[in-house]
């Protein structure tokens, strides 16, 4: 079974488009995140949630924006996209209680604008 | 604030080889040291890890040591093998604040 699951895969949409990526993790964790993974490789953390405190990293975009409806998903909205909104972006969790966790990633889901 | 500087790549081994790849970090306390390992149309999978000062970690023939006094938590593997080309990254957490290296490319030619 997936541990962390994000959904598409593949996103292909035009530039001014509203979109949305699914994650889903079933570890039971408390906390989730949402990272972009530029052309280079370079990861960068753009959210961290658990079900007390968002917190978001301050470069990025208002035009990003995470929604939980659960402890077991965060989903990332994107309103207005631009053409360097394009990466792959990558959902993670990681159980609450002790700063040694490692992270759980998802397979990631491209996203390509026009 | 807390970050990790790794080897840039590319690197490119034959079968068999020594692999090293450098990671050092900047810290204000003790953080857990990680390393993870991206195959081609993957996610991120977590390779190893070290918690405190001395600890080895090591998965798949892959060890790394955590060095305090060089604030440092180099990967080496004795022999690389084709399946081992992917993107390894650096990481450290503390406080729940994870901080990844740039990556490095690993290619394995047979």
Wanted: glycine residues 6%.
């Amino acid at each position: 079974d997936t541990a962390v699951s994000q959904t598409p895969k593949y996103l292909v949409t035009q530039m001014g488009n509203d979109k949305s990526i699914k994650c889903e993790q079933n570890l039971g964790h408390d906390t989730m995140y949402w990272y972009k993974q530029d052309s280079k490789k370079f990861l960068k953390i753009m959210f961290s949630y658990n079900n007390k405190e968002l917190i978001i990293n301050e470069t990025v975009p208002n035009r990003f924006s995470p929604k939980s409806p659960d402890k077991a998903h965060l989903n990332l909205h994107i309103n207005s996209l631009e053409l360097g909104d394009s990466a792959v972006y990558f959902c993670a969790s990681s159980p609450e209680t002790s700063f040694h966790n490692e992270q759980f990633f998802g397979p990631g889901t491209r996203l390509t604008v026009l | 604030g807390d970050s990790v500087t790794q080897m840039e790549g590319p690197v490119t081994l034959s079968e068999e080889a020594f692999l090293t790849i450098n990671c050092t970090y900047t810290a204000t306390g003790y953080p857990s040291l990680f390393w993870y390992v991206q195959y081609p149309g993957e996610g991120l999978q977590l390779l190893l890890k070290a918690t405190k000062a001395d600890d080895k970690g090591s998965n798949k023939g892959f060890e790394a040591t955590y060095r305090k006094e060089t604030t440092s938590f180099h990967l080496e593997k004795g022999s690389v093998q084709v399946s081992d080309s992917a993107v390894y990254f650096c990481a450290l957490n503390e406080n729940d604040d994870m901080r990844f290296g740039a990556g490095t490319r690993l290619t394995v030619k047979p």
